[in-house]
């Protein structure tokens, strides 16, 4: 849940709410996901890798299979073809994040809000890339609430407890 106050467009605090199952609920406030990026400095060429959480990633100008993704004609295409690859990927390693093309590099975002991602790494290989640090960075823990509600009114006082911690309610 995101609750935003105040001008338009500004957020207040983001918290990811699970529920226990016995009205106990735990809330997590303001928890940042680590990220990082790969710029390649030009197209790589076929055979040539790039170290993605300890996974080595080549490149091939074709019939990319496993840990592999295909060359396009141009950086863009590659970088393309290579978030393709790695969102669809079932290694453990590599499925811990989600890839995007932003301005024809590679961005990265670890899955998992907190500081666990900041370990998730990155590296040349053998590709002519630069990299945003040689691991993700940015994760926060964010602040930890756990409340136990029973009753019907459980997720409505849970709510509006989260929203009155970080100064939602009560606001004009």
């Known amino acids: 849940m995101t609750d935003s106050a105040g001008s338009p467009g500004s957020e207040i605090a983001t918290a990811k709410v699970e529920h226990w199952g016995d009205g ?9 996901a680590a990220q990082g990026f790969i710029r390649f400095d030009d197209n790589p ?11 080595t990633w080549t490149f091939k100008t074709s019939g990319a299979a496993g840990d592999q993704s295909n060359l396009g004609a141009t950086v863009g295409d590659t970088v393309d073809n290579l978030v393709t690859a790695l969102n669809a990927s079932a290694d453990t390693d590599i499925d811990d994040a989600t890839y995007s093309n932003v301005n024809d590099e590679l961005h990265v975002v670890h899955d998992t809000a907190g500081t666990g991602g900041n370990a998730f790494t990155l590296a040349a290989g053998t590709a002519e890339v630069t990299l945003s640090g040689a691991a993700l960075a940015g994760g926060e823990a964010g602040i930890e609430y756990r409340l136990h509600l029973s009753g019907k009114t459980a997720i409505a006082r849970m709510t509006a407890y989260i929203l009155g911690l970080v100064g939602v309610i009560g606001k004009e």
């Open 24 to 32: 106990t609920f735990r809330a997590v406030l303001n928890a940042v």
């Open 45 to 55: 060429t076929a055979e040539e890798t790039v170290v993605i959480n300890g996974v």
